[in-house]
Each structure stands twice: as C-alpha cells, then as structure tokens.
C-alpha cells in the first residue's frame, strides 16, 4: 500500500514537472505573436494582410505564398525559414534581406525564441 502511494507521488511530480515546461513556451510565443505580429500576419493558411500568411512558414522558401505581396529582395533572397534564418531575420530584416519591406524588428533574442517556436508548431 506504502509503495503504492510513493509511485503515485512520483508520477505526480512527474507530470507536475513535465507539464509547465512545455506549457510555458507556447503561450508566451502566442502572446508575443499576437502584439508583436498579428497585426500585419494571419496564422491560418491563405490569408495575407499586409505581410504574408505565416501558416506553414518553417522550411518555406522566402517570398514563396502565392497572393501575399513580396518585395523583389525577399523573392530574390533564396532563404529557407528555418530556427537560424528567422533568428536573424527577425533581429535585423534590413540588415538580413537588403530591400525587405519589413521592417519591424525584435532585439530580444529570448522573444524571439518563443515566437519561432510558436511559427514552428503551427505546422
Ligand atoms: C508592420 C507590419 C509587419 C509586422 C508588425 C511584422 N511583419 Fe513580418 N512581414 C511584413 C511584410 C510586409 C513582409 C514581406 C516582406 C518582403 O517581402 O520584403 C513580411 C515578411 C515576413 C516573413 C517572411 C515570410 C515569407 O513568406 O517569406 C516572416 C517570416 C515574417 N514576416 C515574420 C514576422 C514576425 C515573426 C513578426 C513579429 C515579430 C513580424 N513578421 C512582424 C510585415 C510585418
């Protein structure tokens, strides 16, 4: 019976453990999406605003959604949207695509972080 109770603890503090970590990342880069880019970029497939629809961005070619507005450089850019080009895109666009009509950046790396990882569930 003892033992019994001490294996239900233990997977208690499992699951308590295990939970928040994953739970953390997403909201707070829904959050960070939301006031940082939803005003000029939909998450859901097929609606471009002022920027491009981000569904599907991860391992997207730059300048790829057929209807979204593009400047040449970002057509032209030969990106691929991975955890390291949106990383840097997202810190300097000018500075990653000369000529991006973007340009809106993030300073704060851990911010950054959070968003990515959003973008990237979104897939
Ligand atoms: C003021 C409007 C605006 C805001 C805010 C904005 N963007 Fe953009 N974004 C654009 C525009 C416009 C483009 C197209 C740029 C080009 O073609 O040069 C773009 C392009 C992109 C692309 C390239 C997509 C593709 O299909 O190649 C990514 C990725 C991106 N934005 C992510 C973000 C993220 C993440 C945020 C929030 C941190 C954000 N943007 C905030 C306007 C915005």
Not at 75 to 91: K, Q
Request: net charge positive; glycine share 12%; aromatic share 6%.
């Amino acid at each position: 019976m003892r033992a019994l109770i001490i294996v239900g603890l233990f997977a208690g503090f499992a699951l308590g453990a295990a939970t928040p970590v994953h739970a953390q990342e997403a909201p707070e880069g829904e959050r960070l999406f939301r006031s940082r880019c939803a005003s000029c970029h939909a998450v859901a497939a097929g609606q471009n605003r002022i920027g491009p629809t981000l569904a599907g961005v991860f391992g997207r070619a730059a300048g790829s959604v057929e209807g979204a507005r593009y400047s040449q450089a970002m057509r032209d850019s030969g990106i691929t949207w991975d955890d390291e080009s949106l990383d840097r895109y997202l810190a300097n666009p000018r500075g990653t695509v000369a000529g991006t009509t973007m340009t809106v950046a993030l300073a704060n790396g851990e911010q950054r972080g959070s968003i990515i990882a959003y973008l990237k569930a979104l897939n």
